[in-house]
């Protein structure tokens, strides 16, 4: 089966690092480019970044430039979304999901993470 | 950075009406990079429309989409019960290949 599957839910204090996943399964990763999109409670879908885990090519929303890092390994078929400190605005649920082969809208979607900052 | 505004933020309306969300870009888009998505309550994003007025793998065909340059939309011919959820439209012609605010598509 065709799909993109997530991490678990994150309970996290403020300061803390934390790496989420993404495993692909039932087509070439490398292939595909693959991107990252956050959604804060109740609120609309942001653009974070993508990766093309073939030659590991990253590229970031300024928003989120300096903010997150963006990673894969294609050998297990996995991108990565890490934090090295935590904040509570980064409190949200966070979709990985795969742009099509020739446009940059996204075709395939995972389930999301839930990631909590509290103290 | 392109800006997408959509429009209503809430349409309520009744099952078999008739739904049209409007979504606006601060820049001229070409249409070919025009996506919309549908949202339900805990559930992902699912890709609708692309390219403007291209349905994804299937999507039923009371949803189309239109529009070019900065106006676009999404039209629901008849709502069905399932179709009650919010819907982002996102341009990706520039990076970063931003989302609008969404339209919730309520029961009235």
């Known amino acids: 089966e065709v799909q993109l599957v997530q991490s678990g839910a994150e309970v996290k204090k403020p300061g803390e690092s934390l790496k989420i996943s993404c495993k692909s399964s039932g087509f070439s990763f490398s292939s595909y480019w693959i991107g990252w999109v956050r959604q804060m409670p109740g609120k609309g879908l942001e653009w974070m970044g993508i990766i093309y885990p073939g030659d590991s090519d990253t590229r970031y929303s300024p928003s989120f430039q300096g903010q997150v890092t963006i990673s894969a390994d294609k050998s297990i078929s996995t991108a990565y979304l890490q934090w090295s400190s935590l904040k509570a605005s980064d409190t949200a649920m966070y979709y990985c999901?795969?742009?099509?082969?020739?446009?940059?809208?996204?075709?395939?979607w995972g389930r999301g993470t839930l990631v909590t900052v509290s103290s | 950075e392109i800006v997408l505004t959509q429009s209503p933020g809430t349409l309520s309306l009744s099952p078999g009406e008739r739904a049209t969300l409007s979504c606006r870009t601060s820049?001229?888009?070409?249409?070919?990079?025009l996506a919309w998505y549908q949202q339900k309550p805990g559930q992902a994003p699912r890709l609708l429309i692309y390219g403007a007025s291209s349905r994804a793998t299937g999507i039923p065909d009371r949803f189309s989409g239109s529009g070019s340059g900065t106006d676009f939309t999404l039209t629901i011919s008849r709502l069905e019960p399932e179709d009650f959820a919010v819907y982002y439209c996102q341009q990706y012609g520039s990076s970063p290949f931003t989302f609008g605010g969404g339209t919730k598509v309520e029961i009235k």
């Open positions: 820049q001229s888009v070409s249409s070919t990079f």
């Open positions: 999901a795969r742009r099509t082969r020739n446009y940059w809208y996204l075709d395939l």
